[in-house]
């Protein structure tokens, strides 16, 4: 180009814009095909629903395997012994929080029943310190999430005509799975807002922001 | 490519494109952003009551203690702590409300501030050391502490005894003492019960009820009955707007100083004007009659009209009532003019003693801190254990506090912050907060007769090395070999076994209805006025007009300064100047155009005891011959948040006049106020006076209220 020439309007910064969109674009695309625990929906894996009047996502989450203080077996508890979920879980129908059984509701059973075994003796050892184990937290939403366990089981199970309180596993199962089958826990399905969402939309949930955040 | 230089416009711009192609990129992929897994810990109870619920509160009885009102409260524990404090609506003092300070408790309960460990010399100890070197050092210690009572108190006084007998300095300097020694010598009665809502008028001379004198709480709820139909009316006479001031009808600005002179004034105007009679009080009676109009208007620069106006309104509204704090004068004056107007037994009736005189309130002055200061100066004092004040803070220079303490052998604190006093003691005990330890407090200001307030844990330590106030009283006292208290292992032992003998019951049930009521009914009597109350009534003669003098007043928030490492308080606005985390000096118009300042301007304040620098803030609802700084702000150490501001104190005088009479907070002094030529933005929560036709409050005038909303 020489200088007398009339020079078209030159957009210098053009290769900047596309290159920064590239690498932006690049950026979320690559997080989420790397992402280890990305699992799109897979209907035929996921178990048929047995809420009735209930028509909830199927989604599934292949949560890691986080390591706990002490090794509990929901499938041993919860599946193989058919303890009812609410047994233990029991401010779930009357809070916000499910909430961790107190150690003293495990004692009851555990100052007799297989104390001889290492995990048993020690949660005994932490009972007797006067210490609660620390348990890491695995289904979570962000603080500012507020998700009411005691609302959605009023709605699925006890104001649910076709439910006894002994069907709860199942509508626990809609947003943690089969809890049956798994050791201390794992996460199960995905908790993202558009797993609540498409819930919400399904059972006629309420669509207003401020209801779950505030 | 020379020509992509990166500027501000270029910047937007690819940072939009860039947004954009990120956007679209995640649109049509299903977004798995999860939450954390494992990430947080979750606890469970041990062994929890059944009414406790993980996600639900339970709210638990206990006494606030952030000033000496000791305000009944309800705090509201989840998950084993405690949240948020509301107030108790059983308790008489303040009927289920409390103040901005006591809210705040909660953030100095968790403040990540506090001591954590007992340090002997600066170097953290065990508990069994420091306590040893208190048991073999600290006989025959002073106590300094603040207002206490109740079974502390108790304490502290089984202690002095058996070590020897120390004298107790109890330090407030945001207090009641002029009305107490006013009520005393008119009434016999320092505490007697004030009724605002029986008064059809209040005139108020410096006591400023609604922010910091005596018990707010409570006055503001009479207040609020006060102003009900038929509205009283609230007249203040004080030298510098308060609270108090700038919700009355009428306020009169008097010079520094000369507010026991209007009082008399008013006095000469009601027997003159009105033919009140002042018989059977004939030296009060001649102190009214010197006091003439011109006289007042010469010695305060209140007009006769003003005057006039005062008395007129106290004649037509009966009954009255007359509220001193300004000075002991003015206090004095004001219990003869409520004699004289028959406030007493209508809006001024008599309190209750408690049966257990021992657990009585205690109410703190700075006559106190002067005779600490002079008695340690003196070397009278070999050791001292410090709780619940700041004299180093609190002091002004004239004081020479630090002198004073360095001549104190041995010096315990027993404190939950460090501050200016416990950077100089020996050994510093930490205290746990009020929210996390046992005690039991008698109001001194409003509460129903006999109660005591208790003050019960609401959750664990903090920090697990503290120890509760009374713990470490109980655990000093059977150090220093005082009786009865063999076998009490803690606190609450000694407190459940004195409440039970209080109520006269040790069951169980009984005791569990005492905390869930958070108060408890001690056997009282009440108190009988005396009859005369004839007192000699003087007045302090002012700095003339013209000359600037310094006064510091107390704004709810900072106190006296304990509140200063509180953000919540000092993001509050102050209630008159509307500043916020910083001191100015208030000053009229009319003067800061002579001196050439306005606001935001940096001044040099200077006075005999030294100088301050700090910004003006101008206003009218100040004389025009008074420079006010409210105290509590300009700590040197008292940790991150309380270093801004400057504090007035240091450079009052304490010591000038009549020691028994002056008090920190109505003493003033000559001062000097020069520019510095600075200025920066005052940051202030409402910099415009005006609304400039915005109705944001809408107004209207009495006489239209008249006609169109039935008023009479």
Redesign the interface.
């Given at each position: 180009m020489s200088a007398d020439r009339p020079q078209h309007k030159?957009f210098?910064?053009i290769?900047?814009?596309?290159g920064?969109?590239?690498?932006?674009?690049?950026?979320?695309?690559g997080a989420?095909v790397f992402?280890q625990?990305?699992?799109?929906?897979a209907p035929g894996e996921a178990p048929a629903p047995r809420v009735p009047g209930a028509d909830f996502p199927m989604d599934t989450?292949d949560?890691?395997d986080?390591?706990q203080p002490i090794n509990y077996s929901h499938k041993l508890h919860a599946g193989d012994l058919g303890i009812n979920c609410l047994y233990c879980h029991t401010?779930a129908r009357?809070?916000?929080?499910a909430?961790?059984?107190?150690?003293?509701k495990c004692m009851g059973c555990h100052t007799v029943v297989a104390d001889d075994k290492p995990e048993i003796q020690k949660l005994t050892a932490m009972?007797q310190k006067?210490?609660?184990?620390?348990?890491?937290?695995?289904n979570?939403?962000?603080d500012f999430v507020h998700f009411s366990h005691e609302r959605h089981l009023q709605k699925f199970l006890l104001n649910n005509e076709d439910m006894n309180i002994e069907d709860a596993p199942d509508v626990c199962a809609m947003c943690h799975g089969d809890m049956n089958t798994v050791g201390v826990a794992k996460?199960m399905k995905?908790?993202?807002m558009?797993f609540c969402v498409t819930c919400h939309e399904k059972n006629n949930g309420p669509a207003d922001c401020t209801r779950c955040h505030k | 490519m020379s020509k992509t230089k990166i500027d501000r416009r270029n910047f937007l711009k690819v940072l939009g494109l860039g947004t954009a192609g990120a956007a679209m990129a995640g649109c049509d992929m299903p977004s798995y952003v999860t939450s954390e897994e494992g990430v947080e810990k979750v606890y469970s109870y041990l062994a929890p009551e059944e009414y406790v619920i993980p996600g639900i509160g339970v709210w638990y009885a206990s006494t606030c203690q952030q000033c000496p009102q000791a305000c009944g409260v309800h705090g509201r524990v989840r998950e084993g702590r405690v949240l948020k404090l509301e107030g108790n609506p059983d308790t008489a003092t303040n009927a289920g409300k409390i103040c901005q300070m006591g809210q705040s408790a909660i953030q100095a309960h968790f403040h990540p501030e506090r001591i954590q460990n007992p340090t002997i010399g600066g170097k953290d100890a065990t508990w069994d050391d420091a306590l040893a070197l208190i048991k073999e050092k600290a006989s025959n210690a002073s106590w300094v502490t603040g207002a206490v009572s109740g079974h502390q108190r108790v304490l502290m006084d089984v202690s002095r005894e058996a070590a020897g007998n120390g004298r107790h300095y109890a330090i407030e300097a945001v207090n009641t003492r002029a009305w107490e020694d006013a009520s005393a010598a008119t009434l016999g009665d320092a505490n007697p019960n004030l009724h605002i809502d029986k008064a059809r008028a209040v005139l108020t001379i410096g006591a400023d009820f609604l922010g910091t004198w005596g018990n707010p709480v409570q006055a503001m709820r009479d207040y609020g009955n006060f102003r009900n139909a038929p509205r009283g009316v609230l007249m203040a006479i004080e030298p510098a707007m308060s609270m108090t001031g700038a919700n009355a009808d009428t306020w009169v600005a008097a010079r520094p100083g000369s507010e026991a002179a209007v009082v008399l004034g008013v006095g000469h105007v009601l027997m003159s004007k009105h033919g009140v009679s002042a018989a059977g009080m004939p030296s009060a009676a001649s102190a009214f009659s010197a006091m003439n109009p011109a006289k007042v208007k010469d010695l305060s620069g209140v007009s006769e009209a003003q005057l006039n106006k005062i008395a007129d309104t106290l004649m037509a509204n009966s009954p009255s009532l007359v509220i001193a704090n300004a000075s002991h004068a003015a206090a004095h004056a004001a219990q003869v003019l409520n004699l004289m107007l028959g406030n007493v037994g209508q809006t001024i009736t008599p309190g209750a003693s408690l049966a257990a005189g021992a657990m009585a309130p205690v109410s703190g002055s700075t006559k106190d801190l002067v005779g600490f200061a002079m008695d340690a100066n003196a070397g009278k004092i070999g050791a001292a254990i410090i709780t619940g004040t700041n004299p180093t803070f609190l002091a002004p220079k004239g004081l020479d506090m630090s002198a004073a303490l360095s001549k104190i052998g041995f010096k315990v604190a027993i404190a939950d912050f460090h501050d200016e006093t416990t950077k100089s003691c020996d050994v510093v005990l930490p205290m746990s907060s009020p929210l996390e330890s046992w005690g039991t407090h008698v109001p001194a200001n409003g509460a129903a007769p006999g109660t005591v307030h208790i003050q019960q844990p609401l959750m664990e330590n903090v920090y697990a090395n503290t120890r509760g106030l009374g713990d470490i009283l109980l655990s000093v006292a059977q150090g220093a070999g005082a009786e009865g208290l063999d076998g009490f292992e803690d606190y609450y032992g000694y407190l459940r076994t004195a409440v039970s003998a209080m109520i006269g019951s040790d069951m169980e049930g009984d005791w569990n209805k005492v905390l869930q009521a958070g108060f408890a009914t001690a056997a009282s009597a009440p108190t009988a006025f005396k009859a005369g109350g004839d007192v000699a009534l003087g007045f302090s003669e002012p700095a003339s007009a013209g000359t600037l003098t310094l006064i510091t007043s107390a704004r709810q928030g900072m106190f006296d300064g304990r509140h200063a490492n509180l953000p919540w308080l000092q993001e509050a606005p102050d209630q008159i100047n509307k500043t916020v985390w910083d001191t100015c000096a208030e000053l009229h118009p009319a003067t800061a155009a002579k001196l050439g300042v306005k606001t935001g301007d940096y001044v040099s304040i200077n006075t005999a005891n030294g100088a301050i620098s700090t910004r003006v803030f101008t206003y009218k609802g100040i004389h025009p011959d008074a420079v006010n700084v409210p105290m509590g702000r300009g700590h040197t150490d008292y940790g991150t948040y309380a270093e801004n501001g400057v504090n007035p104190l240091t450079i009052m005088d304490a010591t000038s006049g009549d020691r028994s009479s002056t008090e920190l907070l109505s003493s003033s002094i000559a001062a000097t106020v020069t520019p510095t030529g600075e200025n920066r933005y005052l940051v202030r929560s409402m910099d415009l006076a005006e609304q400039h036709g915005r109705k944001l409050v809408a107004t209207i005038t009495a006489d239209q209220f008249d006609r169109n909303q039935g008023g009479a």
């Amino acid at each position: 180009m020489s200088a007398d020439r009339p020079q078209h309007k030159s957009f210098p910064w053009i290769r900047t814009f596309i290159g920064t969109a590239v690498i932006g674009a690049l950026i979320v695309l690559g997080a989420q095909v790397f992402e280890q625990q990305l699992h799109p929906v897979a209907p035929g894996e996921a178990p048929a629903p047995r809420v009735p009047g209930a028509d909830f996502p199927m989604d599934t989450f292949d949560g890691k395997d986080v390591p706990q203080p002490i090794n509990y077996s929901h499938k041993l508890h919860a599946g193989d012994l058919g303890i009812n979920c609410l047994y233990c879980h029991t401010y779930a129908r009357r809070s916000k929080v499910a909430g961790i059984p107190p150690t003293a509701k495990c004692m009851g059973c555990h100052t007799v029943v297989a104390d001889d075994k290492p995990e048993i003796q020690k949660l005994t050892a932490m009972w007797q310190k006067g210490e609660s184990p620390a348990w890491n937290k695995v289904n979570d939403t962000p603080d500012f999430v507020h998700f009411s366990h005691e609302r959605h089981l009023q709605k699925f199970l006890l104001n649910n005509e076709d439910m006894n309180i002994e069907d709860a596993p199942d509508v626990c199962a809609m947003c943690h799975g089969d809890m049956n089958t798994v050791g201390v826990a794992k996460k199960m399905k995905p908790l993202t807002m558009g797993f609540c969402v498409t819930c919400h939309e399904k059972n006629n949930g309420p669509a207003d922001c401020t209801r779950c955040h505030k | 490519m020379s020509k992509t230089k990166i500027d501000r416009r270029n910047f937007l711009k690819v940072l939009g494109l860039g947004t954009a192609g990120a956007a679209m990129a995640g649109c049509d992929m299903p977004s798995y952003v999860t939450s954390e897994e494992g990430v947080e810990k979750v606890y469970s109870y041990l062994a929890p009551e059944e009414y406790v619920i993980p996600g639900i509160g339970v709210w638990y009885a206990s006494t606030c203690q952030q000033c000496p009102q000791a305000c009944g409260v309800h705090g509201r524990v989840r998950e084993g702590r405690v949240l948020k404090l509301e107030g108790n609506p059983d308790t008489a003092t303040n009927a289920g409300k409390i103040c901005q300070m006591g809210q705040s408790a909660i953030q100095a309960h968790f403040h990540p501030e506090r001591i954590q460990n007992p340090t002997i010399g600066g170097k953290d100890a065990t508990w069994d050391d420091a306590l040893a070197l208190i048991k073999e050092k600290a006989s025959n210690a002073s106590w300094v502490t603040g207002a206490v009572s109740g079974h502390q108190r108790v304490l502290m006084d089984v202690s002095r005894e058996a070590a020897g007998n120390g004298r107790h300095y109890a330090i407030e300097a945001v207090n009641t003492r002029a009305w107490e020694d006013a009520s005393a010598a008119t009434l016999g009665d320092a505490n007697p019960n004030l009724h605002i809502d029986k008064a059809r008028a209040v005139l108020t001379i410096g006591a400023d009820f609604l922010g910091t004198w005596g018990n707010p709480v409570q006055a503001m709820r009479d207040y609020g009955n006060f102003r009900n139909a038929p509205r009283g009316v609230l007249m203040a006479i004080e030298p510098a707007m308060s609270m108090t001031g700038a919700n009355a009808d009428t306020w009169v600005a008097a010079r520094p100083g000369s507010e026991a002179a209007v009082v008399l004034g008013v006095g000469h105007v009601l027997m003159s004007k009105h033919g009140v009679s002042a018989a059977g009080m004939p030296s009060a009676a001649s102190a009214f009659s010197a006091m003439n109009p011109a006289k007042v208007k010469d010695l305060s620069g209140v007009s006769e009209a003003q005057l006039n106006k005062i008395a007129d309104t106290l004649m037509a509204n009966s009954p009255s009532l007359v509220i001193a704090n300004a000075s002991h004068a003015a206090a004095h004056a004001a219990q003869v003019l409520n004699l004289m107007l028959g406030n007493v037994g209508q809006t001024i009736t008599p309190g209750a003693s408690l049966a257990a005189g021992a657990m009585a309130p205690v109410s703190g002055s700075t006559k106190d801190l002067v005779g600490f200061a002079m008695d340690a100066n003196a070397g009278k004092i070999g050791a001292a254990i410090i709780t619940g004040t700041n004299p180093t803070f609190l002091a002004p220079k004239g004081l020479d506090m630090s002198a004073a303490l360095s001549k104190i052998g041995f010096k315990v604190a027993i404190a939950d912050f460090h501050d200016e006093t416990t950077k100089s003691c020996d050994v510093v005990l930490p205290m746990s907060s009020p929210l996390e330890s046992w005690g039991t407090h008698v109001p001194a200001n409003g509460a129903a007769p006999g109660t005591v307030h208790i003050q019960q844990p609401l959750m664990e330590n903090v920090y697990a090395n503290t120890r509760g106030l009374g713990d470490i009283l109980l655990s000093v006292a059977q150090g220093a070999g005082a009786e009865g208290l063999d076998g009490f292992e803690d606190y609450y032992g000694y407190l459940r076994t004195a409440v039970s003998a209080m109520i006269g019951s040790d069951m169980e049930g009984d005791w569990n209805k005492v905390l869930q009521a958070g108060f408890a009914t001690a056997a009282s009597a009440p108190t009988a006025f005396k009859a005369g109350g004839d007192v000699a009534l003087g007045f302090s003669e002012p700095a003339s007009a013209g000359t600037l003098t310094l006064i510091t007043s107390a704004r709810q928030g900072m106190f006296d300064g304990r509140h200063a490492n509180l953000p919540w308080l000092q993001e509050a606005p102050d209630q008159i100047n509307k500043t916020v985390w910083d001191t100015c000096a208030e000053l009229h118009p009319a003067t800061a155009a002579k001196l050439g300042v306005k606001t935001g301007d940096y001044v040099s304040i200077n006075t005999a005891n030294g100088a301050i620098s700090t910004r003006v803030f101008t206003y009218k609802g100040i004389h025009p011959d008074a420079v006010n700084v409210p105290m509590g702000r300009g700590h040197t150490d008292y940790g991150t948040y309380a270093e801004n501001g400057v504090n007035p104190l240091t450079i009052m005088d304490a010591t000038s006049g009549d020691r028994s009479s002056t008090e920190l907070l109505s003493s003033s002094i000559a001062a000097t106020v020069t520019p510095t030529g600075e200025n920066r933005y005052l940051v202030r929560s409402m910099d415009l006076a005006e609304q400039h036709g915005r109705k944001l409050v809408a107004t209207i005038t009495a006489d239209q209220f008249d006609r169109n909303q039935g008023g009479a």
